[in-house]
């Protein structure tokens, strides 16, 4: 995942230094990401140990695409004096997520007796921020030169 995202950091950034546009490049690099991880789902329904960690390494490959890019992306759309506060918020947002996660497996598990339920979560969640990111990010939300 670490090097996925740094090998993705720089493959966004030498194409917005060829003149793309950076909020088109961060937001396909990050839905394409997204895309990727929703993978998951075949990882967490295989029947072989090996087939599971193929898709793992998938997901995780393109939740390192993703990373890269979102956090730059909120630096490109978000006014200079704003950034730390932004970035702390959407830090936040993913601190809350990783508390509510084990806490929600658990009730899951102990609701329906097996992982299916918690295992549906996180290709849920990628699908979720790949709508995010179609719907609601936008060029003219980035603050003007």
């Not at 740094?6 to 493959?11: K, R």
Request: charged content about 10%; aromatic content about 8%.
């Amino acid at each position: 995942m670490a090097l996925i995202a740094t090998l993705a950091g720089l493959a966004a950034d030498r194409l917005i230094g060829r003149g793309l546009n950076p909020v088109t490049v961060r937001k396909w690099f990050t839905i394409a990401g997204f895309s990727i991880a929703t993978t998951e789902l075949i990882g967490a329904r295989a029947t072989s140990l090996e087939t599971a960690l193929v898709f793992a390494v998938v997901s995780l490959s393109g939740l390192g695409l993703a990373t890269a890019n979102y956090w730059a992306l909120t630096q490109t759309l978000i006014p200079g004096a704003a950034i730390g506060r932004i970035s702390g918020i959407q830090n936040c947002a993913c601190s809350v997520a990783g508390i509510v996660a084990p806490i929600l497996t658990g009730w899951l598990l102990q609701k329906t007796g097996n992982y299916e339920a918690p295992n549906d979560g996180g290709p849920g969640g990628a699908t979720g921020g790949v709508l995010s990111y179609l719907f609601l990010i936008r060029e003219k939300y980035a603050p003007r030169a």
